[in-house]
């Protein structure tokens, strides 16, 4: 029983790692920046603590937006790994997945435990992505994109897209 939840938070942790490690690195700054705005709260230092407390309030939805994002990962990786299973292996299936680092993480994974974890890696490798591209090719093109709605959507709503 506890085998079992130890496999499926590991696969949890594996379909994200880069959401995952942002999300508690940004919590952990959020932690430290709250104490220390409380700590000048109560000294009765206000600027201060208003300062430490608004630094802290934004890394705090930093990490929600990661873990939020990890969890739209592992949803992705169930539905990559369904489609692996039922067609085999594909181009077709990967290619909406070449976006970010996120997503051919949890393709990646998905692929390795469905048998096809050195076609995915290869053809990765052949687009041209290799371990150090962890951004997004949107946000490399531009840096304001974060803010759109559309990355905001299949960043977060992975999946079909509904036909006109």
Not at 110 to 130: K, M
Request: with cysteine; aromatic share 14%; net charge positive.
């Amino acid at each position: 029983m506890r085998k079992k939840y130890f496999n499926e938070i590991t696969r949890y942790i594996k379909a994200a790692p880069w959401p995952y490690l942002t999300g508690f690195g940004s919590l952990v700054l959020a932690t430290g920046l709250g104490v220390s705005g409380l700590s000048h709260w109560m000294e009765e230092n206000l600027a201060k603590a208003t300062l430490f407390g608004c630094w802290g309030g934004g890394w705090l939805v930093v990490a929600l937006f990661a873990l939020a994002d990890g969890v739209s990962r592992h949803r992705e990786y169930k539905r990559i790994k369904a489609m692996l299973i039922r067609y085999g292996y594909s181009k077709r299936i990967l290619d909406p997945l070449t976006r970010s680092r996120c997503q051919r993480d949890a393709a990646l994974l998905a692929a390795s435990e469905t048998g096809h974890g050195v076609d995915a890696s290869t053809y990765f490798t052949e687009l041209g992505y290799r371990w150090y591209h962890i951004l997004p090719d949107s946000v490399m093109q531009n840096p304001l994109s974060f803010l759109k709605p559309s990355f905001l959507r299949t960043s977060f709503l992975p999946g079909k897209k509904a036909r006109a």
